[in-house]
């Protein structure tokens, strides 16, 4: 069993930054993909960004490519995602998630192991 616990969220200006993090338990970390989804009301959940095991590979939609930046700390157990140029649209509960193998992958189904949540709001 895998715990994820993320933390970084906040109230930010548009144009502004902010850094998300989550840490994971287990040994066995750099053997799987990590995520970043987020889901704001009434929406489905989304993938923002995505991350091998190895961190040699990476992902982003076109919504964030350019203004998102993931990485991990293999030898901390950590995954952060750097956000930049922040838009009111980008207001969500961002979630971190553990996929079921070491590849980068886009549907929520593919991770095995989700955290509880952080509020990002992006004010105008």
């Known amino acids: 069993q895998v715990q994820l616990v993320e933390s970084g969220g906040g109230l930010v200006q548009a144009g502004g930054s902010l850094r998300l993090s989550c840490a994971a338990s287990?040994?066995?970390?750099?053997?799987?993909?990590m995520g970043w989804f987020r889901q704001a009301p009434g929406k489905e959940r989304e993938l923002v960004a995505a991350?091998?095991?190895?961190?040699?590979?990476?992902y982003y939609p076109d919504s964030v490519k350019g203004r998102s930046i993931i990485s991990r700390d293999n030898a901390k157990n950590t995954v952060a995602l750097q956000m930049n140029s922040l838009k009111p649209e980008d207001t969500a509960v961002y979630y971190c998630?553990?996929?079921?193998?070491?590849?980068?992958?886009?549907?929520?189904?593919?991770?095995?192991?989700w955290g509880q949540g952080t509020q990002v709001t992006v004010s105008s």
């Open positions: 998630a553990q996929s079921r193998g070491a590849y980068t992958t886009r549907q929520p189904n593919d991770y095995a192991y």
């Open positions: 287990g040994r066995t970390f750099s053997t799987y993909g």
């Open positions: 991350i091998t095991g190895s961190g040699a590979s990476r």
